[in-house]
């Protein structure tokens, strides 16, 4: 991927020598040399590896984050660092190699800790730039376009779309607009996007565009889990949620009520939900943080007016704390045990992917003394069973892994099939991970009972039919990485090839024998039940 | 002349070698290819072989027949191609037989005594083996056309507005589409990659180069997909004397959901994949290959691959109460009715080669 | 030969080998029939056979089957061209007929066990004689399964099966006919007899064999029919209550006129969706290519 990285550079590096050189024109300044970091953002990782997918999975590490600030002034554009020798880069270049790892591959699942680090470095290059932004006063506006526009007078744009090597496609496109105008920024930009149909690699690379835009505005905290969950680096519904509410916890730490304003309401409105809406564009949120979320609300609500903000605040952290104890931690252990007991000797479960939680249920059962083996069947492009069976083959347990086009090889070996879910819908169908539903129904032919285990907090009301995420949440060109052979498929897009990745699917209730909670093993048809229960509860507390 | 035999005997033993060679180390080019290798290889076979009656030349061609098999016992086609070879050569004795007894025996007695008339074929003929030849020769040619007829079906069964799905690549399937889609017919086509061999990449490629409206998506989206779908087209490489196809693997998972979803499933397949043989459980050695584990697992991963079974087998068993109709050379037929095409086709002593 | 003679010819023919099928009793006797025959003319001789068939199927034996072996012999052995010398012909034919019949049973059995998996778990009905000589030569083959039969009310045959199978070192239980869909998630797969295969392709069987064929059906499990060519019988059933009576009730019930709404029938009749493949001595077939062989064989 680096590779690929390096042969586009210099296309998208041609196409942007006019407006580099108009850039450098303005500017004026292709020397100032970056310099390491004057900020230290302090590093934290959001906690628990309990809570993230797979243990094992490098992918969903959190990466070290390596605050590399770029110099502060207005010339932010020659600060831009030469990507092979071409000025796009806002990268940081402490100079001792780390060239390499600015060079920024398309992002992540394949991301190594070298470009984990290079994009955090971008980041808080970014984060520099728009500090700097602010404290120049130029070019601030509240329009994130025009805040990117603003970057892009000073090759923000194109160094945004050069940070995504794996993007060539229109990288002209942009820069010209933001090269050509320094000034005028917003209008020949618009135009240009209005006038023709972008490719999916144009929409990703606005999208990131935009969340750089909007990223100024936000803590440092935020910005850097936004970025988490647009690469892909903490993927699962329990990794999501127990990072966001890790990062919320701190982020609350640091709140003061203004003056003339309620905590109860101001925290809210005017804190947190911007910082939601920006996680949620950065990638939409699961039913797990939503649910979360919603409960935090609910607790930020019932803070009494009188109350100081030490103690509301210390009150709502612990509330946070509770709720991953109570709903991520001990649920897991009540799964576990109920299905521990389903578990007999000489099984031979198959599992789907990689769900933090069926590995918790595997590992428990083996520590427990039970034996049995496992299936894993793995899908692509994501290959998230690869980290599953690492983890499972550490446990000590045995493992054969297949691939889901085989699976029905598998079954004929299989006793049960164990899921895990990222929501259980109101009528009992279950948001997964793509290819679930086909496990499922081809247990059911082979007659093979299908467990979920899922925890009560991401039960939802919301009804989901088909799968039909429209939102993107995976890149596409992920299928056309075929392992250690040369991609088959170069050009998809002049082809007029399209791809589909998508991420999720939804399983019907009548695949499913049985639920399995920490409250119990539950038919599907009882989520309402259990989502009345909560209710209940919640208004009883 | 006896030079000349030795050398012909040398030339036809070095390319039996070379193409059993070829088949052991999978170095064919698709299936048509094997068969027209194949039978090009009997008909050297039949041209040299001495006998003096159709027992021997029967035994002969099986014997060599067995040797070339043996290469991969899981390549129907090999066998396929020699039953049917050995099916011509009795039923060519056979007409040569009727021809000599036309005046003793009326038609309906003859009629009745069908399974006497052959007898142990020891009856001599002259004519037998130029007969033989020219009837497998008759074979080579129909094989030749397989695809072509078989795509030439194609505006039947894909109508405007279609949307299709298939998996892995397979030629004749490609053959299929493309030629609908050049009698102007729009259609949609969802591809499926094929993994762990990414077949599907490449037809993904070719049918979008044709100007085909083609998606590529990964086996696990198949479920997603489904309910958008019209039509389920795969190719297969063979078909079971039960109806049943043996296929690239993720055909049955995708015929399961076809199922499921009430998508009718077609199979384009041209006749000589079609065997005598079942397959009762798809657990029979001869029926699966299974592939390196570094398809799945590389090198890298090395921890993990000492500890851990990697299956990776190549095809799938689809049972024919999946399948809705085959399109073949011959036309359009229900799965059900292969098992007529299995008596035209094979003797039935043959089918134990 | 008279009707009496008949009779006590079947019987014996019976007695003598229990192995025997009643078809194959009954050809016997139809053949010694030709041979001591003292009819004239060809439509004589074909009334006797006729006469000597009714009779035959007035005794217990199974009707569907005798019925269907008689008129294919009568099918087959008339269907020369015939003036003089119809006897001799009419004989040889019969006799070649006999033989191909007595090899049927040894060409199914052989079909059959290449389907039986070492390793398998086989769940059967009632005791049928072509299914007890299949699972025995699978065990000669050295395979190793393991047998489940239905008691099989209300002759409770089963037994007998079990005593039979059990001699010859096939590990065998006996369930209740009830425990069917109990059973039915620890079977490989499900292999039965058939006193009469007809047109549909579905089969007529002793009592319970439906049951066992839906549930294998629900559960994904194959169901596999052994029977000979000579079972094929001229019959298309669309319900159960469309199947005919002298199949369904003893010979005696239907003589004494008895109620029949409160008899019970000894068999039952699977449709062919039931079926997966049926082992047979024209080979295996699928249930669909039945009605392509009964148009050979009867036309």
Known sequence: MADSGKVKAPDSGKK?????????????????????????????????????????????????????????????????????????????????????????????????????????QLKAERRAIQEAQRAAKATKTAESGGGAAAAGAQGQPSSAGAANAGKKENQGEKSKPGGAAVAVRRIPKKSSKTTEKMTEEQLWAKKEKNLLGKAYKMDHTIVRLGYQYFYHNIVGANARCLALLTTLKELIGKYKTPEEKELSRDLEKNYLTPCISYLNECR???????????????????????????????????????????????????VAEFAIAKIDDDDVILVYAASSLIAKVLKAAHDSGKRFRVIVVEGRPRTEGKSMLRFLVRCGIMCSYVYIGSASHAMSEATKVLLGAAAMFAIGDMHSRTGNSMIAALAKANNLPVLVCCETYKFTEKVQLQAGDSQMHARSKDLLHIGHRPPVITDHDAMGLRLLNQMYDVTQSRYITALVTELGMLPCTSVPVVLRRQEDLKLNA | MPGGDGDKANDLKERISAFVDEIKKSNTNGSCDVAIKTINLLIRIISQAKFSNARELLVHVRVEGMHIQAADPSENIIGNIIRRVLKIIREEYRELLLQKNEDQVSAMERLSMADVDEGDYSTPFPQLKARVIEAVSELKIELEGCVENIAALAPNYVNENDVILTIGRSKTVEAFLKSAAHKHIKFRVYVSEGAPFYGGHEMAKNLAQAKINTTLITECQIGTIMPLVNKVIVGTHSIMANGGLKAVTGTNIMAVLAKEHNKHVIVCSSLYKLSPLFHSTPQHASFNKFSSPNELLDYEDAELLSKVEVIAPIFDYVPPDLVSMVVTNNGAQSVTYVYRLVKDFYHADDVDL | MDNDGVLSHFKEQLREDPEMSA???????????????????????????????????????????????????????????????????????????????????????????????????????????????????????????????????????????????????????????????????????????????????????????????????????PVYVVAESFKFVRAFPLNQKDVPDHFKYPQSTLRAQKDLSKEHPLVDYTPPEYIDLMFTDQGVLTPSAVSDELIKLYC
Request: aromatic share 4%.
């Open chain 1, 16 to 120: 942007k020598n006019k407006s580099q050189k108009k850039r450098a024109e303005s500017s004026g300044d292709g020397g100032a040399t970056p310099t390491p970091s004057k900020e230290n953002v302090p590093v934290t990782k959001p906690a628990s590896p309990e809570g993230a997918t797979a243990a094992a999975s490098t992918g969903e590490k959190t990466p070290d984050v390596k605050p590399a600030q770029g110099a502060q002034g207005p010339k932010q554009g020659g600060q831009n660092p030469k990507k092979e020798g071409k000025q796009q880069k806002n990268q940081n270049k402490p100079e001792q190699g780390q060239k390499g790892k600015g060079e920024k591959a398309p992002p992540k699942p394949e991301a190594g800790e070298g470009e984990q680090k290079s994009k955090a």
């Open chain 1, 284 to 334: 939409p949120i699961s039913t797990s943080m939503g649910n979360a979320i919603k409960h935090l609300k609910l607790h930020i609500n019932q803070i009494p007016s009188d109350m100081d903000d030490k103690t509301a605040i210390a009150r709502l952290q612990e509330e946070i704390e509770s709720f991953i104890h109570v709903n991520l931690v001990m649920a897991a252990k009540g």
């Open chain 3, 23 to 221: 078809a194959v009793a009954a050809i016997k006797t139809l053949v010694k029939l030709i041979e001591t025959s003292r009819a004239g003319t060809l439509s004589e001789l074909r009334d006797n056979i006729k006469n000597a068939t009714e009779v035959m199927l007035t005794g217990e034996y199974s009707y569907a089957s005798v019925s269907s072996g008689c008129e294919q012999f009568l099918r087959n052995v008339s269907l020369a061209n015939l003036d003089r010398n119809f006897k001799t012909v009419m004989l040889e034919r019969a006799n070649i007929f006999l033989k191909e019949i007595l090899k049927a049973r040894s060409k199914t059995v052989q079909m059959a066990t290449r389907f039986i998996d070492d390793g398998a778990t086989i769940l059967t009905h009632c005791r049928s004689r072509v299914v007890m000589q299949v699972l025995k030569a699978a065990a000669k083959e050295n395979k190793r399964f393991t047998v489940y039969v239905t008691e099989s009310n209300p002759d409770q045959s089963g037994y007998g099966a079990q005593e039979e199978l059990t001699k010859h070192g096939i590990p065998t239980t006996v369930i209740l006919d009830a425990a069917v869909g109990y059973i039915m998630e620890r079977v490989q797969l499900v292999m039965l007899g058939a006193e009469g295969v007809v047109e549909s392709g579905g089969i007529i069987n002793k009592i319970g064999t439906y049951p066992i064929a839906i549930t294998a059906k629900s559960m994904n499990k």
